[in-house]
């Protein structure tokens, strides 16, 4: 009998978490001090797939890159988390072109 438990693809999740922060103009410096990390080591193990980040540092980099935690997460559930209404979906599309637009003019 095949399993319905999710699970979180811990590579996928990995490369997830490098291209946001890639596409946020961070170093892994910046996220090192952000998550006050002694060495950038377990970061590193993040991009490899090697390891996750602690549900504490989740919770810290949704804060950084200003997204929820489960957006983080690259995982083989059968649905999409939905938003609440129309409305919201639309107003974090506006926002996301908004911060691309912003990206583009700093360069």
């Known amino acids: 009998m095949k399993s319905n438990y999710p699970v979180i693809d811990v590579v996928r999740t990995g490369q997830k978490i490098k291209r946001i922060m890639q596409y946020k103009e961070l170093t892994v410096r910046d996220m090192q001090n952000f998550l006050e990390l002694s060495t950038p080591q377990s970061i ?17 980099l949704s804060e950084l890159f200003q ?40 360069r």
Not at 48 to 58: C, I
Request: hydrophobic share 35%; aromatic share 18%; charged share 30%.
């Open 44 to 60: 590193y193990h993040w991009f490899e797939g090697r390891s996750l980040p602690t549900v504490d540092n989740l919770y810290a």
């Open 67 to 106: 997204l929820p935690v489960d957006s983080l997460l690259v995982g083989n559930r059968k649905y999409e988390c939905k938003y609440p209404n129309d409305m919201y979906r639309r107003i974090l599309m506006y926002y996301e072109k908004m911060l691309r637009f912003k990206a583009e003019q700093i």
